[in-house]
Nanobody
């Protein structure tokens, strides 16, 4: 069993930065694909970024490439999302998700992730 818990959300002005963290309980964290999704107000949940178990493979949705960086620390059971140059359209509830080692093959599909956090609100003001 894995239980992701997100932190680090908040209110920031456009152009600012935030760092989201996700700590996932359980001894299998180091073998799991981890990802961040977000759900903007009134919209469907969407993929943001994913990272393979070793940290060598990372993937991003086009709208955040060059601005967001996903990373992990397996010793701390933690995955992070550094968000720079934030825009109002980044406003959303951000969710941390944990999958299997093979989830990386379909990294942008919510259904391949078995465990989800409760989400953390990120609001970017213009």
């Amino acid at each position: 069993q894995v239980q992701p818990v997100e932190s680090g959300g908040g209110l920031v002005q456009a152009g600012g930065s935030l760092r989201l963290s996700c700590v996932a309980s359980g001894r299998t964290f180091s073998s799991r694909t981890m990802a961040w999704f977000r759900q903007p107000p009134g919209k469907e949940r969407e993929f943001v970024a994913a990272i393979g178990w070793s940290g060598d493979s990372t993937y991003y949705t086009n709208s955040v490439k060059g601005r967001f960086t996903i990373s992990r620390d397996n010793a701390k059971n933690m995955v992070s999302l550094q968000m720079n140059s934030l825009k109002p359209e980044d406003t959303a509830v951000y969710y941390c998700a944990a999958g299997s080692p093979t989830s990386i093959r379909n990294y942008d599909t919510p259904g391949v992730y078995a465990y989800w956090g409760q989400g953390t609100q990120v609001t970017v003001s213009s």
